[in-house]
C-alpha cells in the first residue's frame, strides 16, 4: 500500500506528515512528523490541540491502513496525556488498532522525540465509516 493517501491530504503538509511502516499483524502505524515553528507556544512546545491533532492523525490512518484503505475512523471521544513537551521539529507517531467491531473501534495513538521518549499518549472510540473515496458503501 502506497503512503501516498497520506500525503495527499492538505493538512498532512501542514503537520509534515512522512510515512514510515505499517505492521498488518499489529495493526499499527508509524508515521513522522514535522512540528514547525509556527505550532509553537510562548512557553516554547507545541500547542496542545495540534499535539492532539498529531495523535488523530495515527490512530487514524492505523485503522484505515487495517481495512485496507476501504473504512476511516469518525471520532466519538479522543483522551490524550501530554507526558513531556512537544518541541518544534520531528515526532514520531504510532497508532494502532486495540479493537475493531462492526459498530465501534478503539484506537490508541503515542508520540515520540527521535530519542525514543514517550512525549504524549491517547485513546479514541469511534465508528468504522466509508473512507471517502474509497467507493465502498457510497455507490462509486
Not at 68 to 91: C, H, R, T, W, Y
Not at 95 to 110: N, Q, S
Request: no cysteine.
Amino acid at each position: 500500500m502506497s503512503d501516498n493517501a497520506i500525503l495527499s491530504a492538505p493538512h498532512a503538509h501542514l503537520m509534515g506528515v512522512e510515512f514510515e511502516q505499517f505492521d498488518k499483524d499489529r495493526e499499527e502505524i508509524t508515521l513522522r512528523f514535522r512540528a514547525p515553528d509556527s505550532f509553537i507556544t510562548p512557553r516554547g512546545s507545541v500547542q496542545g490541540g495540534l499535539v492532539a491533532g498529531f495523535l488523530d492523525e495515527v490512530m487514524g490512518w492505523a485503522h484505515v491502513y487495517a481495512t485496507d484503505q476501504a473504512e476511516a475512523p469518525l471520532n466519538l471521544e479522543i483522551s490524550m496525556s501530554l507526558l513531556k513537551p512537544v518541541m518544534a521539529g520531528p515526532v514520531i507517531g504510532k497508532g494502532r488498532v486495540v479493537r475493531r467491531g462492526r459498530k465501534v473501534i478503539f484506537l490508541e495513538g503515542e508520540l515520540f522525540d527521535e530519542a525514543g521518549k514517550l512525549l504524549a499518549r491517547s485513546t479514541s472510540t469511534a465508528i468504522p465509516t466509508p473512507r471517502p473515496g474509497s467507493g465502498a458503501g457510497s455507490g462509486e
